[in-house]
């Protein structure tokens, strides 16, 4: 009886693990499918998000609509699952407007079938001389620190001003300040914004610059290649680790050269960063 029992069960069994796998496995497929044209979309999408923001950004702090198509490219991950299908960007009346128009693919469908994702955003652009309220040594600028410092402890060994050059002799401009520290000491963002070059420089050995908002710019440098953290066009947020003290280039002994730009101009840097953790030598 049991014998039987256990036979007939074996057989049901089997029977009802062939249903299982004529209709189960069908349906898992299927939603194996949905789910990667999810994950598929998901990702032009968020592509798509990431490269108009940064496309926007960069025009809105350079005012140059073609700075930002090229950050597009830059940021966008083009790849066979999706494709642009166009990107427009522009300047009117001191705003910034980009369309983006992208192709994703039908996993379900014929090849080639696709349907269109299409996004915008917007942005003023930041004009640095209207904004820019009392010049350099205004009010506002010196109070705690607009910028955070480069570094968290250092000594000041070669101020912005005219000096003699501590290579070559001779006089010189110097257009930064030069903090002393251990080789590989981290450096951080002085704020946020966009790095706009993370590589090599005459002079600078390797450098970072970052661009901020309402015109401010940053420069850092003297790294070695391989104590650089950031890449041309990611964005960066105040006090974040972007790289480590070298002394390669022009340079003399391990320090960072940090120089602060203001609508164009090599301003003081000291004018700028917090003072308090400044240990003048
Ligand atoms: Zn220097």
């Not at 057989?11 to 994950?39: D, H, Y």
């Not at 166009?86 to 039908?106: G, H, N, T």
């Not at 968290?152 to 110097?174: N, V």
């Not at 006090?239 to 301003?267: D, W, Y």
Request: hydrophobic share 40%.
């Amino acid at each position: 009886m049991i014998g039987k029992l256990s036979a007939w069960s074996r057989t049901r069994r089997k029977g009802a693990s062939t249903v299982e796998f004529i209709i189960i496995l069908p349906l898992f497929i299927l939603l194996c499918l949905v789910i990667w044209q999810l994950v598929v979309a998901g990702k032009a999408v968020m592509d798509t998000q990431a490269a108009l923001r940064d496309a926007v950004r960069v025009a809105s702090v350079t005012g140059d609509a073609e700075k930002g198509k090229a950050q597009f490219k830059v940021t966008f991950v083009e790849d066979r699952q999706y494709q642009v299908d166009s990107f427009e960007i522009r300047i009117d009346d001191d705003e910034v407007k980009a369309w983006a128009k992208i192709r994703i693919p039908l996993i379900f469908m014929a090849e080639k079938s696709t349907f269109t994702y299409r996004s915008t955003a917007e942005a003023p652009v930041l004009n640095p001389w209207k904004s820019w309220a009392g010049g350099p040594t205004g009010p506002w600028l010196t109070s705690g620190g607009i910028l955070g410092p480069p570094v968290r402890t250092w000594i000041l060994t070669s101020r912005f001003g005219p000096r003699t050059d501590p290579k070559y002799g001779g006089r010189a401009f110097h257009k930064g300040i030069d903090l002393a520290g251990p080789l590989g000491t981290p450096i951080y963002a002085a704020a946020d914004g966009v790095v706009v070059h993370a590589g090599p420089g005459t002079g600078y050995g390797n450098y970072i610059k970052i661009d901020h908002l309402n015109g401010f710019q940053t420069i850092y440098a003297h790294m070695y290649a391989d104590q650089i953290y950031v890449r041309n066009g990611q964005r960066v947020t105040r006090g974040q680790h972007i790289a480590g003290i070298g002394n390669a280039g022009k340079s003399t002994g391990p320090h960072l050269h940090f120089e602060v730009i203001v609508g164009g101009v090599k301003v003081d840097p000291l004018l700028y960063v917090s003072r308090s953790s400044v240990a003048a030598r």
